[in-house]
């Protein structure tokens, strides 16, 4: 493991949202993430990548509370939030999706909204319960709301389907609109654009320059499909082995030979 001392990006100021310093996981003997110093500014696209196995989704787990760090220190919102809970973590405004679908698969697509929508609900269970007038007008304003995201995220079509019966591409969209529906300002996508085809990988894209756009956020992705990621990130960070081995602006990464050589100059089939 390389030294702690702690080298942090130089891209630091009021508007920076997410900041690790020298985080590391450590599985017994094997460092998946080592000495990771990242800075995620308010309303940038950044995106993460590097082989498979390379500690990105392990990142991932720390900065939403899955993992506790071994070492080193998170900050959100320029408040430590290293080792508390993801629940914790959601209420403090950070939402992500994972490489593997992850829907209340027997319920409907309106349920699958609603229930996030529950998540932030200010009127304890008893209000709700005796059906008091706060907690129904609550009630009321979190349907309508879910009703608007299903119809900006395009599902208002299928509200009553059950999760499990939408095409794989809706369904991706339905875990993000499920993650949007908790209000978040930061948004972690781990690999949305998994077995999506290549039209459908085409209309993600857009639909994530428009969802940042549309609910003001900062997005922090994980992905394979590099003609996504160097479409729409302001900023890339690169892994091999749990160390950071390149950052910078797209065209900085493209040309970035160390990053050519472990991980942009790889077949396309040995990604998969």
Known sequence: MSSKTPVLDPI????????TENMTMQFGGVVAV????LTIREHQIVALIGPNGAGKT???NMITGVYTPSSGKIVLDGADITGLSPDKITRKGVARTFQNIRLFKDLTVFDNIIIAKHFGMKSNLLSATLRLPGAVREEKRMREESEALLERMGLADVRHDVASSLPYGQQRHLEIARALATSPHLLLLDEPAAGMNPQETEDLTASIKQIQKDFNLTVFLIEHHMDLVMEISDRIYVLDFGQMIGKGSPSEI???????????????????
């Open 254 to 272: 493209q040309n970035n030979q160390r990053v050519v050589e472990a991980y942009l100059g790889v077949d396309d089939d040995a990604e998969n």
């Open 34 to 37: 080592d000495n990771l110093n």
């Open 58 to 60: 392990t990142a991932f």
């Open 12 to 19: 630091i100021d009021k508007n920076v949202v997410l900041r």
